[in-house]
């Protein structure tokens, strides 16, 4: 017989195991019931226990909340809940919906009809998601703690977990692999790479079926349960085995010294516009948890997605920061990337907002102080908001360095001003002085549009997989196939591939901001020309681990560039260097302040083209040269960039008595000779270097 209920409190929010039992607690404004639905397996169609709660006893204000005995970690659980169906004043309630807790920290039964049934007429109950009761003070976490990498020294590699071992020729065994546990086995191939953080694509609970039937949503960007680790990244099949194999994965990472960065979405939700299905926010509290049409039958689209999650109204709010501060405190991630940032800085109406409740509390909250926070400042509603995002902490996907280094690669015109300022950390969009240069997230490619490969292959998108007729997928991509639309066998083409390759590599690393790369750009991963591979969980998307053999030199010449320059101190400045001579009209018109007249007293940076102390900042240029002065750690480097299709001579400066000039790169020269270390890197006779035509040239005194 069941012990008798106590009403239980309204906080925290979600469940809280403690030694007699579990105290739930959920917010409705205007249910009129709820039930709680208690399941003794993860597949038993219909509850073992019906708890109703009491309308006086078990609600506070507009909070719902009851402790049963007897309930510990593990325990499946949901929720009918009654109220108005009134889409006209934007009601959803439903009773015949089970529901999902928005505050469930595991979820399970998800599969290929829950979708279905969430969006059909009537019950639900034996396909609908559930929560799992979970209490995270059990974990044995060692002696792990957060690293607190400056972005100074952060090399970001952005990834997808299941993408990462998916596929059968990574050496992970088959119920590991695309789990976190497969990620942990392929930690040696990060750290001997070089970076120092993953930003994993979206690993809480997200609807696989929110795609095209017979595809599905690789990418995750289609949220469920923010506080879930997505069950299909586990290879533990137990309630609550994606926690802890996900936290194993974060600790092993962190002895590796990597840190964890999570990608978050909270935009929009999976249950889409008013045709979408109903999981938990929308039968919970519809007209709080999402932005409104005047109409309020209708949802307002600032993601591109069907909804747009209510960010600054107070409950979704108190969500957010409540969910932001589990995975910090319990989960010890060390940051977030925000999808789609600039929609949290919509009000409850969608108009944008000068100060942003939601983003002034993350930039402020205690436990959040240590975590990196970087905003993808744009929507899908043309709120663009790239160098003028709110606060002092976000650092900022700099989606302008993606398309000026391109175009500056492809040889495109008036390249060479906006280059500077790109590879100076951009101080024409971040003009104050006191911000970080390495707040800027520089980046040639990410998970959304080409493959770093695919760039230097495709002059057009080829998304006919993704059964949209080639409509989907960004249009402007600044690439250039280099003679031949796709592969090529012709050794003339693969030559100027692999050399434009190299250049986007050394030009993203010579540059000051913090480097991201994506996963598999370092062994030449291809999409065929596919540009939005969201839904493509397949080898069109996953890591061919037989490249790693294939593309050893370019790997070798990846990793080498990392290492440089995460040992020179000249690319670990943390703030803007000081420009002797001219700089680009960008740079010039935005740091005036930042021109000096000693450079053996500061990091300093001098601008060249061709010839010493003339940079050419006209619209047809196709060269910059520039060297970079490190004083104190007496570091002297020379870097010449050339985009003219035909070989260029660049001056060099001249050197104090003893020392020389030690070719460090020339992406143009063969692999082997491409990249030199330090200790074997030859010698430069002359006050001349000959740039082959499209290539870079590093040097470096000593």
Known sequence: MASKTLPGHSFPLGTTVYPEGTNFSIYSKNATSIELLLFDSPNQKQPARVVPLDLKENQTHFYWHIFVPGIKAGQIYAYRVNGPFAPEIGHLFDARKVLLDPYAAAVVGQNNQSRQAALEPGDNCDLALKGVVVDTSTYDWEDDSPLRIPYSRTVIYEMHVGGFTRNPNSGVSPEKRGTFAGLIEKIPYLQELGITAVELLPVHEYDRQDAMEPLVNYWGYSPIAFFAPHRAYSSRQDPLGPLDEFRDMVKALHKAGIEVILDVVFNHTAEGNENGPTYS???????????????????????????????????????????????????????????????????????????PPVLWAIETDPILAGAKIIAEA???????????????????????????????????PNAVNKLAARMMGSPDIYPDPEREPNHSINFVTCHDGFTINDLVSYNEKHNEANLEGNRDGGNHN?????????????????????????????????????????????VRRSQLGNNNGYCQDNKLNWFDWEQIEKQADLLQFVKGLIHLTQNLDIFQVEEHLAIVGSASPEIANNLPNLNVKDPHKVPNITWHGVRLWEPDWSEDSHHLAFSLNHPESQEYLHIMLNSYWEPTKFEVPRLRTGERWHRIIDTALPPGEDFSELEKAPRIKGNSYPLESRSAVLLMAY
């Open 378 to 412: 744009w929507d899908a509603a043309g709120l663009y908001q790239v160098g003028s995002f709110i606060g002092d902490r976000f650092a900022e996907w700099n989606g302008p360095f993606r398309d000026d280094i391109r175009s500056f690669v492809k040889s495109d």
């Open 478 to 522: 600044f690439s250039w196939n280099c003679g031949k639309e796709g592969p090529s066998d012709n050794p003339e083409i693969e030559k100027l591939r692999r050399k434009q390759i190299k250049n986007f590599f050394t030009v993203l690393f010579l540059s000051q901001g913090t480097p991201m790369i994506l996963m598999g750009d370092e």
């Open 281 to 355: 926010f929308r039968g919970l509290e519809n007209s709080d948890y999402y932005i409104l049409e005047e109409n309020p039958a209708y949802y307002r689209n600032y993601s591109g997605c069907g909804n747009t999650f209510n960010t600054n109204h107070p409950v979704a709010h108190r969500l957010i920061i409540d969910c932001l501060c589990f995975w910090v405190a319990e989960m010890h991630v060390d940051g977030f990337r925000f999808d789609l940032a600039s929609v949290m800085a919509r009000g409850t109406s969608g108009h944008p907002l000068d100060d």
